[in-house]
C-alpha cells in the first residue's frame, strides 16, 4: 500500500489553489461523483457550476484504501495530505467531452493523455504553509478592491500581452464597471506562448502611460491553461468571482486553441448556464474587436457593417507571427510602447 506519491508543479499549484479558496467550492480534488457530474452536466454533484475536472492522477499500480491518509511529495518534500474518497479512471471518453476533441495536436488533450488515466479524490491538506506566502488569496483581492471604493469590478483573463483588441473589451469593462482586474495566467502555457515576463511587462506599461491607475488593478493568476474553449470561459469566471469579481469578460474564441473551438462557442456555453443557474459573476459576452479600414477605428461587428470587407483581424497569434518574424506589428493591433516593452523584458516566448 503506497503511502507516499510524488506530485508536480501543476498539481502543487492546484493543491495551493484549493487551499486558498480560489477553486471554491472545491475542497480536494474531485471524487468519482464530482468528477463525472463535472463532466458528463458541468455541474459537481451538489449541483453548484463547475466546469473543469480538477484531478490528481496516480501510477497505475496504485493500491490505495477509503479512508487513507496519502501524502503527496514535491521534489522529494512532503508538501500536502489527501484523504482518499475513492479512485477511478478517466477515460478516452472523457477526455474528449471536456476538449471535445481528441485530437493530441490540441495542447490540453496531448497533456491529459500523457498523466495516469488512474485518479484519486478526496480532501487536500496543504502541509508547508510557506507556500501560501506569495499566493493570490480571495481575502487580499475582495480588501484590495474595498479599500479603492470599487463596488463593481471586471475580471480580465489574459495570456498574452495587451493588444488593441484586448484593449477595446477592457475599456469597454471599464466603462461598465468602478475597476478592471487584469489577471493574467502565469501558470503552465503551451511552447510558443508569451512568457510570464513578457504579459506582465505589456501591462505595466499600459497602466503606467494609458489607464487610469487608480481604476485598475493587477495582478498574476497561477494556474495552468487547460485550452478547454467553452468549459475553460466559465471555469475562469468561477475563479474571478471568487477573487472578488462581480462581472467577467468572455471574447472570442475563450481559452481556445488552433481552431479547435468555434469563435463563440465559449458565449453559447456561458449563456446557457448563465441561463440556468446562479453563477454569483455577470457575464460580458462581448463580440471580436477588429480594425476597420473604411470606419478607421477598433470596432466589432456589433457597431459596424464592414466585417466582410474592411476588417483586420487582431489576435495574440498574429502579433506572435510578427514578432518571430523580426517584424513590428502594426500600431492598429499593438502599440508600439507595448511592443518595446515586450522587447525589452528578455526571453519573449516559452521555449
Not at 497505475?60 to 495530505?81: I, R
Not at 488593441?164 to 510558443?192: S, T
Not at 457575464?283 to 474592411?310: D, I, Q, R
Amino acid at each position: 500500500m503506497t503511502d507516499f506519491i510524488e506530485i508536480d508543479e501543476e498539481t502543487l499549484q492546484d493543491i495551493i489553489n484549493i487551499e486558498t479558496g480560489l477553486l471554491y467550492p472545491l475542497k480536494g480534488f474531485m471524487n468519482e461523483a464530482d468528477f463525472r457530474s463535472v463532466v458528463d452536466t458541468y455541474l459537481l454533484s451538489d449541483g453548484q457550476v463547475f466546469t473543469i475536472p480538477v484531478t490528481l492522477d496516480i501510477p497505475e499500480d496504485t493500491v490505495l484504501n477509503n479512508g487513507q491518509t496519502l501524502h503527496l511529495s514535491f521534489h522529494g518534500k512532503h508538501v500536502a495530505d489527501l484523504e482518499v474518497e475513492d479512485t477511478y479512471r478517466m477515460t478516452d471518453a472523457d477526455i474528449e467531452k471536456v476538449f471535445r476533441t481528441l485530437d493530441e495536436k490540441h495542447p490540453g488533450v496531448k497533456k491529459e493523455k500523457a498523466r495516469s488515466p488512474l485518479r484519486v479524490g478526496g480532501k487536500t491538506m496543504l502541509r508547508d504553509k510557506t507556500l501560501l506566502e506569495d499566493a493570490l488569496r480571495p481575502e487580499n483581492t475582495k480588501k484590495i478592491f474595498a479599500d479603492k471604493g470599487w463596488k463593481t469590478i471586471v475580471g480580465f483573463q489574459t495570456r498574452n500581452p495587451i493588444h488593441k483588441a484586448h484593449e477595446h473589451l477592457q475599456r469597454i469593462g471599464l466603462e461598465v464597471c468602478d475597476g478592471l482586474f487584469i489577471n493574467p495566467i502565469i501558470g503552465w502555457k503551451k511552447k510558443g506562448d508569451f512568457t510570464q515576463e513578457a504579459v506582465v511587462a505589456a501591462y505595466e506599461k499600459m497602466v503606467e502611460e494609458f489607464y487610469p491607475g487608480n481604476r485598475v488593478y493587477m495582478e498574476g493568476l497561477k494556474t495552468q491553461m487547460r485550452y478547454a474553449g467553452p468549459r475553460e470561459a466559465v471555469f475562469h469566471a468561477i475563479i474571478r468571482r471568487n477573487l472578488g469579481c462581480t462581472h467577467f469578460i468572455i471574447g472570442r474564441d475563450h481559452a481556445g486553441v488552433g481552431g479547435f473551438y468555434g469563435a463563440y462557442d465559449a458565449h453559447a456555453l456561458a449563456g446557457e448556464l448563465y441561463g440556468k443557474y446562479d453563477l454569483g459573476i455577470e457575464l460580458l459576452l462581448l463580440h471580436e474587436p477588429y480594425f476597420c479600414k473604411k470606419c478607421g477605428m477598433v470596432v466589432s461587428e456589433k457597431n459596424c457593417s464592414h466585417y466582410e470587407t474592411e476588417r483586420v483581424e487582431i489576435s495574440g497569434t498574429i502579433i506572435r507571427k510578427y514578432i518571430n518574424e523580426g517584424a513590428i506589428p502594426d500600431e492598429i493591433m499593438l502599440r508600439r510602447e507595448i511592443f518595446d516593452a515586450i522587447l525589452n523584458c528578455g526571453q519573449i516566448f516559452i521555449e
